[in-house]
Every structure is written in C-alpha cells, then in structure tokens.
C-alpha cells in the first residue's frame, strides 16, 4: 500500500551529538517546505516514527544504547518504513561499516566531516516531490 | 524549492563553535570521570567494557565534530586516542597505567589545545550551560534504599495519546534512572507494524506495588535476580537537556529581580492604601499581594536553580590533577570525595576553580609525605586527601584536607618574626597563620616549586574567595595534617542586604559578612593612636567611618549623634563599620559594575531598591583591607 505523499516532508536526523544534529539541520534548511525532528538514541528515533510518519531519515552509525545498524535493520523490518530513504551519515574512519550499511539496507552514504551543500544535494534528490513545488 | 545559503563549505561549521565546545566540554569531562574509574579498575584487575565503549564514543564524537568545525589537529588527536581504544577493546593490546597514563596525557593536550582555540575563537567565551553537570552523575546510587535489589522487565508502547501526555521514551527512561539502573534496552517490531520497547530495570524499589508503572502502555513484570554487574557510567549528554547561554539566564535573573523590587514597592503601596480603603477590600487585595509575593518567591528559585551545577565536575579534575601530581612525585595518595551533588552557581565555582586548584596542589606538594616519610611516622604509606562540599542554609562549604605533616608553625613563625609581620610574643594561632600563608609575597619555600607555583598564590586564594563575599578558614597540627575551607554563597545574583545611610546617602551591604550591627553613643569612641576603638564584647574593636572613607560629608553630619556600626569579620580580624543609621533589610539584585573606568574602590556592585534610584553596594572585603592598610601606615608612623 503506497502511503499518500505528506504535504510538507518530514526529515528524522539521529545522532547522538548535539552539534551535530544542527549542523545537519542548518545544511539542510534550504529545503523548503520540510519539517525537521531530532532523535539522539535510536530508541528515541523508532518511537518518533511510529508516532509521526517521517519521509527520510538521516542517521549515525556509532551511538550509544543501539548501533545506527541496528536502528536500520528495525526501519526495514516496519511495514510503513521498509523502503523509507535512509541516509548514513558516519565519522571518517569508519569506512568498514559502509558495506554492513549497504547491506542492512541504507539508501546512500556520506562521510563526516561532510559537505554542506553534498548533503543538501543528496537529500533533496532522496525526498519526494513537493506538491508546493 | 530555494537552494541553500551560499556559505563556503570550509567556513560552514564556524557557526557551531559555541556548540562545539559546549559538547567537548561535556565528553572531556565525562572522559574525564572515565579514565579515574579505569584508572582505578586496572589498579583492581577488572576492566568494564561499557566504559571503554562510552569512552570510545566520546572521542569519536569529538573526532566527527572537529572535522566539522575544521580543526584538524583536533580531530586527529581524537582519532589516535580512537584508534588506542579500539584496540584495547580488540584485546589487541592490554590496558595497563602506562597506556591509561598516555591516555590520560592526551586527554590533558586535547583541553588545552581546544582551551587555547577557544581563546582565540572570534566567537564570545561564553561556555554554555554543562548538561553532564546537570545530570545526577549517580542517580542510581542517589536513590539507592536499604531493600533489595530487584530486577523488573518493563515493556513500553508508545501511542501518540501517551506521547501527548508526556509519556514517551525518554520521560520513562528518566523515570526509570532515577529510582534504578537500566540494564538493558531493545526494541521489537510488532505484527501491526507496532514498535515497542522492553527494558530491564534494577532497583531497590518494588515497582509491583507502584501502579504507575503498570498503566496505559506500561507493563511491569518482576524477574529473577541478575548477577551484579558493574554500572554502566552516565551518559554524556541526553537530548532532553537544554543548554542555557548564561547571558541570556542573567537577563531573566534580572527581569525577576525587577519584579522583587516593584513588589517591595507595591507592598508599601498597599500599606499605605489600608487607611483610604474599606477593610474587606483592603484585605483582599493585601492577601493577593501576599500571595503574589510567595509565588514570585517561588520563581526566583526555580530560575536560580537553572543556574546551579554539581561540583562533581571540579572534583573529578582535582582528582586527576592529584593523580598526576603523584605520578610525577612518587607519593602515594587516595582521594575521598563527599558531596559530589553539592549544587553551586556555575559562575561562583568558575572562579574557585583556580583557587581551589591551588590549595589541592600544594596539599599534595608540601602537606603530603613521600611513603618512606610516612611509613616512618607511623603513617600508612597513602596520603589521604579529602575534598568534601556541604551545602548549610544559604552557603556552599568546600573543604580541601590532608593527613600530611601540616604547616611547619615554628618556621613560619620565625619568618613573620623576622619580616616584622609578627610581633615578637604574640601567639600563632590558626587564624594568624592563615592571614600569614596569604600575605602577599610569604612562603616558606625559598622557591615556589613547579606545583605549588602555577598561576595563584594563596594571597589570591584568599582575595578571590573574599572577592566572592566568601570566608577562608584554616587548620593545621603538626603530623596530622592541615584542613582549608572555602565558605560561599550559594549564589551571588542575589543577596538579602542591610540597607545603610551615611550623609545622606545610601547603600547595600550584603547581609553575609555582615556579623552583627548595634547602636553606639559618640562618648564611647576611643582614640588609640590615632585610630579609633570602641569596647565591644569584652575587646577593643576597631571602627572605621565609611564617611571618611568615601570622603563624604553633609552639612548637618554631627560627629555628636548616635549611629550605627555593622560588625565583620571574627576575632583579630573583626573590624566595625560606622555608618549613620542602618534603615532596613531587604533582598536584592546584585550587577556588578563591568566598566573599570566607574569601578570604585570599596563598591561591589549596583542594585535599586524600587523606587528607581540606583544604590552603590559595599565591597566589604575591599573596605577591611583597606582598613587594614590604613591602621598600619598610621601604627608604622
């Protein structure tokens, strides 16, 4: 069942770090019309989304509690999320996880220290069409 | 759609830097609490692999940031510090306290560096309000009771019905901290597409006999009991912590204290309005205002608390400090914390940083004995070292105390003697030490050594501490150790105030160093070369006109009235402030006056009192040294 497309687009970031949260979401501001939510676990992100549908979410690999992975696998085992576009976003060095990411069903990758406009690019292509747009 | 701003991508993080460094703060901090706990578990042969993962994550946060913000060397530094712990936790090398003590070094560099960064960032050093500090570093102990520990599986739905009530994730992991430990945390996907999320909870309390965790969308079950396993240590930082620039709490802090002041207005106001009004209706609107009074009261607390942080944190750095010290000395010492949770206004204790620091080395350079020297006194071959935080009414205590060989009373009585600071004669008790260790320049050290000789002295302890309206006290016996204490308030945004005049002018003296206030008569002031006494509790006490002072005078200002005289200091040090009258006692806000070019000496700070007109607030500590100038140049003459 396809899921009607939300009006304004709702984007899920998780990372653990603070900074990096709104350096995410500043990157991404000139999106338009999307709305942002901030999960720092990856409990805290599956609850947000079974309590709000979310469009994309961009998400950390290393995190406290449960591996970013983990909260991937969970994504594709849901109903409404197995085929949500899902960004990993990791710190340089962890190269090794970018095929366990690929193969737990990550739609792209991108390395921290990023660029601000890569991600913007990146994102804005995953998204779906706006109707505004 | 609109494309994004056109910041260059090299300069895109220089906008995070206050959060930046805000979030290293926190992991350096928490790293910090880290390494003293593995420090301490190499020491016990039994290494926790949950604190290496939160230490690991620490600096691999730190590594992904500083890449962002583009510091380099940073975020290299964070890297080989990354890559040591993974192999450790690889079991590819061992950790032993050579590679803690690496760790440990790096961690120092880390801070520096990011210390220097800071201190050249084009951004305002404003450190943003430390969310670790907030937390209760062990809440679990915090609550730990007397009964057994119980061990419960708790299963979570959250429904957006719940979430709305503030029911969710997070507010049921805090729940669940505060009364325990959180062993395990994993979520399931239902049938339906339904996430829900089990968790194992240890804790002294029987959640089966608490129906709250039992309701809608919370199930509780008891479990068998699970073997003891170390606690993992706190998180960093949750992201239900909201950080507060201080600036802005300082505004809100003066917006509160704007509205005490039109109460105290509003109050007279009412009173005087009783004899024009019927009773009933006077009697209400004095019972709204009595209300008003009590809520706002309220308020200034809660905004008050905002600013307030455990001392936990400058504990945990004087705990490494000793431990390096030690390292470099030989000297063996154990460290006893009391008070971690001591809550204290986050600016005080950024000032009593240094000093306190101070007091801690020299504990350790010249109070402790090597092992040989104490094994020879009959000592055991530790040194021990206890830093202790009380809170008592309105005062935050900071003891700093050693079982070393205490002050050498002897040899720095012959120095004073020498240098003339000292009567020949006059006893040397505690207190006179003291004001001997803090005068300016004294040491009996012929040199200050590496340790002892960074950055203070114990005169600017002592002026620090004074600066804060705090006291400074101090024991000593010989063989048995010394014993410094720091008393402060607790906050000093705001003071209850004695209210003074003199010549026609008035001004606040905040209320703690305050001793006692009383009335005098003109005819019971004696001259005793040259400055005056007046017989007090069985002593002279010396009286120092703050009139004179000031250079004040006023027309009608009779040397022949009755006034009043406030009381500071205790003992040889207690000195009597003649004023005109004192007039009242009120709560005030403190603002201190920032542009050196309007800073005078003897005032602290600012306030009004509600009617609008500003009133200077006395620097009491400054006016005692000034005091004291004073009577030794006339005594020398």
Not at chain 1, 71 to 96: C, I, K, M, N, W
Not at chain 2, 111 to 116: E, H, I, K, N, T
Not at chain 2, 371 to 397: F, M, N, Q, Y
């Amino acid at each position: 069942m396809l899921r009607p497309l939300a009006k304004t687009a709702h984007v899920l970031v998780v990372d653990d770090s603070p900074t990096m949260r709104r350096m995410i979401v500043t990157a991404l501001r000139g999106l338009g019309s999307v709305k942002f939510s901030e999960a720092g676990s990856g409990l805290e992100a599956l609850e947000l989304m079974t309590l709000t549908p979310i469009d994309l979410m961009i998400l950390d690999l290393n995190m406290p509690e449960m591996h970013g992975i983990e909260v991937l696998q969970f994504v594709r085992a849901h109903r409404t999320y197995s085929r949500l576009p899902v960004v990993v976003l990791t710190t340089r060095g962890d190269e090794t996880s970018r095929s366990e990411a690929a193969a737990s069903g990550a739609t792209d990758y991108m390395t921290k220290p990023f660029q601000a406009r890569e991600l913007f690019e990146l994102v804005r292509n995953l998204l779906p069409p706006s109707k505004e747009s | 759609m609109t494309t994004p701003d056109s910041e260059a991508p090299d300069n895109f993080g220089e906008q995070f830097l206050d959060d930046y460094f805000a979030e290293c703060d926190e992991h350096i901090a928490a790293v910090r609490r880290h390494l003293l706990a593995l420090d301490q578990q190499v020491g016990e042969g039994r290494i926790d692999s949950a604190l290496l993962d939160e230490l690991f994550r620490s600096f691999h946060t730190i590594k992904g940031i500083s890449g962002m913000v583009g510091f380099r060397e940073e975020e290299q530094l964070a890297h080989r510090i990354e890559d040591t712990l993974r192999a450790v936790r690889q079991g590819d090398v061992s950790l032993n306290v050579d590679r803690i003590d690496g760790l440990i070094e790096s961690v120092a560099l880390l801070d520096r560096r990011l210390a220097a960064r800071r201190s050249t960032a084009p951004l305002p050093v404003l450190p943003d309000e430390d969310a670790a500090a907030i937390q209760p570093p062990d809440a679990a102990a915090g609550t730990a009771g007397s009964g057994p520990l119980l061990t419960f599986s708790i299963e979570f739905t959250p429904t957006p019905a719940l979430a709305e009530r503030g029911i969710n994730i997070n507010s049921l992991r805090a729940r669940m901290q505060e009364i325990g430990e959180i062993l395990k945390s994993t979520p399931t996907v239902k049938g339906q597409g339904e996430i829900s999320f089990q968790f194992q909870v240890r804790t002294h309390v029987d959640l089966m006999a608490r129906p709250e965790w039992n309701s809608e969308g919370v199930q509780t079950k008891a479990e068998a009991h699970v073997p003891d396993i170390h606690r993992p240590a706190p998180k960093v930082a949750s992201s239900n912590v909201v950080r507060v620039d201080l600036v802005r709490l300082d505004e809100l802090i003066r917006i509160v204290g704007e509205m005490v002041t039109s109460r105290a207005r509003m109050e007279d106001q009412v009173k005087q309005a009783r004899k024009n009004l019927p009773s009933p209706e006077w009697r209400a609107m004095f019972e709204s205002a009595q209300t008003m009074a009590r809520q706002l009261r309220d308020l200034r607390d809660g905004v008050m608390r905002v600013r307030m942080v455990q001392i936990g944190e400058i504990f945990d750095r004087m705990q490494f400090v000793v431990r390096d010290m030690a390292r470099e000395s030989g000297k063996r010492v154990i460290v006893n914390v009391i008070g971690q949770e001591t809550e204290i206004d986050k600016f005080l204790i950024e000032r009593l940083m240094d000093p306190l620091l101070h007091l801690v080395r020299n504990a350790v350079s010249h109070g402790l004995e090597r092992p040989d020297e104490r094994r020879s006194a009959g000592k055991p071959p530790e040194g021990r070292l206890t830093l202790r935080a009380t809170t008592i009414g309105e005062k935050v205590s900071i003891e700093i105390a050693d079982d070393g060989r205490g002050i050498d009373v002897e040899r720095v009585a012959e120095r004073a003697r020498a240098t003339g600071l000292l009567a020949p004669g006059v006893p040397l008790d505690d207190a006179r030490l003291l004001e001997l260790i803090c005068y300016p320049g004294f040491s009996t050290r012929v040199e200050a050594d590496r340790e002892s000789g960074r950055g203070v002295g114990m005169d600017v302890v002592k002026s620090t501490v004074e600066a804060l309206t705090g006291t400074l006290s101090f024991s000593t016996q010989t063989d048995q150790g010394s014993r410094f204490c720091i008393e402060v308030p607790l906050t000093l945004a705001m003071a209850d105030a004695l209210i003074v005049t003199v010549c026609g002018q008035t001004y606040a003296v905040p209320q703690l160093t305050v001793r006692e206030v009383f009335e005098v008569e003109p005819s019971a002031v004696r001259a005793l070369e040259r400055n005056e006494m007046i017989a007090h509790r069985g002593s002279a006490l010396p009286l120092f006109r703050l009139s004179e002072f000031f250079k004040l005078t006023e027309p009608h200002h009779s040397r022949d009235r009755r006034f009043h005289v406030f009381v500071t200091g205790t003992g040889n040090n207690a000195l009597g402030i003649a004023v005109d009258r004192i007039v009242g006692h009120q709560e005030i806000v403190v603002r201190t006056i920032g542009d050196s070019l309007v800073q005078v000496p003897g005032i602290a700070g600012a306030t009004d009192l509600g009617d609008e007109k500003v009133v200077l607030i006395l620097d009491v500590p400054a006016l005692r040294r000034s005091a004291l100038q004073e009577r030794m140049m006339r005594t020398g003459n």
